[in-house]
């Protein structure tokens, strides 16, 4: 296949070498090497736009290829972001969670602490009643038994 570039080249010069012509601006040139070139330029160009077709197909597969890969990498990406944030959701929830067992315990601590010291308050007191009771039944039977003496 011969370069398109190069036969229009060929043909500025057959131009630029071309006999001047008698009037006007026009210059007269070998036809055989102009229609030569065209017929040329004409069978070189079904061959670059074939080629030219090859590329597009082959470059628009490949941006479809890219763009598949990239949704690919996205659609990880999101899916890994969704995960993080379910786990980071988890996570704050079972902080949540763990602070609303920590207080009930504290409270439940608080609640039995004063239980079982009025428990103690009331068996002291219970004690300290028998003991007081007991003791008077003491001195009570030491006076009888100092009495009698």
Same mark, same amino acid.
């Given at each position: 296949?011969?370069?398109?570039?190069?036969?229009?080249?060929?043909?500025?010069?057959?131009?630029?070498?071309?006999?001047?012509?008698?009037?006007?601006?026009?210059?007269?040139?070998?036809?055989?090497?102009?229609?030569?070139?065209?017929?040329?330029?004409?069978?070189?160009?079904?061959?670059?736009?074939?080629?030219?077709?090859?590329?597009?197909?082959?470059?628009?597969?490949?941006?479809?290829?890219?763009?598949?890969?990239?949704?690919?990498?996205?659609?990880?990406?999101?899916?890994?972001?969704?995960?993080?944030?379910?786990?980071?959701?988890?996570?704050?929830?079972?902080?949540? /969670? @763990?602070? $609303? #067992?920590? =207080?009930? &315990?504290? +409270?439940?601590?608080?609640?039995?602490?004063?239980?079982?010291?009025?428990?103690?308050?009331?068996?002291?007191?219970?004690?300290?009643?028998?003991?007081? /009771? @007991?003791? $008077? #039944?003491? =001195?009570? &039977?030491? +006076?009888?038994?100092?009495?009698?003496?």
């Amino acid at each position: 296949m011969e370069d398109i570039e190069d036969i229009l080249l060929e043909i500025e010069q057959e131009i630029h070498d071309g006999k001047k012509a008698f009037f006007g601006s026009g210059v007269t040139v070998n036809a055989d090497t102009m229609l030569s070139a065209v017929d040329r330029i004409r069978r070189a160009l079904p061959d670059m736009v074939r080629e030219a077709r090859q590329i597009i197909v082959a470059n628009e597969r490949k941006r479809q290829e890219d763009a598949a890969r990239s949704q690919s990498i996205i659609a990880a990406a999101q899916s890994k972001a969704d995960l993080l944030l379910s786990d980071h959701e988890i996570i704050k929830q079972a902080e949540t /969670e @763990a602070e $609303a #067992i920590r =207080r009930q &315990a504290l +409270d439940f601590q608080s609640r039995l602490e004063k239980d079982v010291k009025s428990d103690i308050s009331v068996l002291l007191g219970g004690a300290e009643k028998t003991l007081s /009771e @007991a003791l $008077a #039944i003491i =001195r009570n &039977a030491c +006076d009888n038994y100092v009495g009698e003496k």
